[in-house]
């Protein structure tokens, strides 16, 4: 159990477009869900934090308008990459809460802007 | 607020010797503490947590981690090398029943030499 997955696994973008990323819990319902980036060879770094059927938290010092994220539903949460530029190449990994303290995170998502 | 440090960027160790992760944390409030190995281009897999339960906690593959409140450690052992077991490992702490946002330590890449 506790199965999340990612979609696409990987994608490449050219600058100025839109990427959509989801992430879904296959076998829980999850009201939490987590946004993280990971750059190579560094720790994660949490995007954001994502409530069923309200706005997503963002941390300090990512942009809101640019990170778009969607929790329509109990098993899915969308990230959208706006306007991507060559800098917003990176690792996307989601996580899902099914427990109150567990996270258990996606295969995560490789994105690169050409 | 949370933090943790990680001692050590690199391990290496023989196959069939004791795996030693160190993992340091610091929290204002009683911690949930979690390690996570994370395969090339894969998403994060729980090897075990702590929730205020038995200090001593079993996980998978073998690895086990003790909690110890007056070193605020929480380091990640497994008694035999196995080379399956070269990989990313990261020490996680979040506010315990107080909230389930985690905080990473750098993460310790573990090198199994034949």
């Known amino acids: 159990g506790a199965v999340v997955s990612q979609h696409p696994s990987r994608v490449i973008c050219k600058s100025g477009t839109s990427v959509k990323i989801e992430c879904r819990s296959l076998?829980?319902?999850?009201?939490?869900m987590f946004w993280y980036r990971q750059f190579p060879k560094k720790s994660l770094m949490l995007m954001a934090t994502?409530?069923?059927?309200?706005?997503?938290?963002?941390e300090q010092g990512v942009e809101k308008d640019k990170f778009l994220i969607n929790h329509a539903s109990l098993t899915l949460s969308t990230l959208t990459v706006t306007s991507a530029h060559p800098e917003d190449s990176s690792f996307y990994i989601c996580s899902a809460i099914q427990r109150l303290e567990t996270q258990y995170f996606g295969p995560g998502t490789r994105l690169l802007v050409l | 607020a949370q933090s943790v440090t990680q001692l050590g960027s690199h391990v290496s160790v023989s196959e069939g010797a004791l795996v030693l992760l160190r993992c340091n944390y610091s929290?204002?409030?009683?911690?949930?503490l979690f390690w996570y190995v994370q395969y090339p281009n894969q998403g994060l897999q729980l090897l075990l947590k702590?929730?205020?339960?038995?200090?001593l906690v079993k996980g998978i593959n073998g690895f086990e981690a003790e909690f110890k409140k007056s070193e605020t450690s929480f380091h990640l052992t497994k008694p035999s090398a196995h080379m399956s077991d070269a990989a990313e490992y990261f020490c996680a702490v979040s506010a315990g029943a107080a909230g389930n946002k985690l905080t990473f330590g750098g993460g310790t890449r573990v090198l199994v030499k034949p």
């Open positions: 702590y929730t205020s339960a038995a200090t």
């Open positions: 076998d829980f319902q999850a009201t939490t």
């Open positions: 994502s409530n069923e059927g309200s706005k997503a938290t963002y």
């Open positions: 929290s204002s409030v009683p911690p949930y």
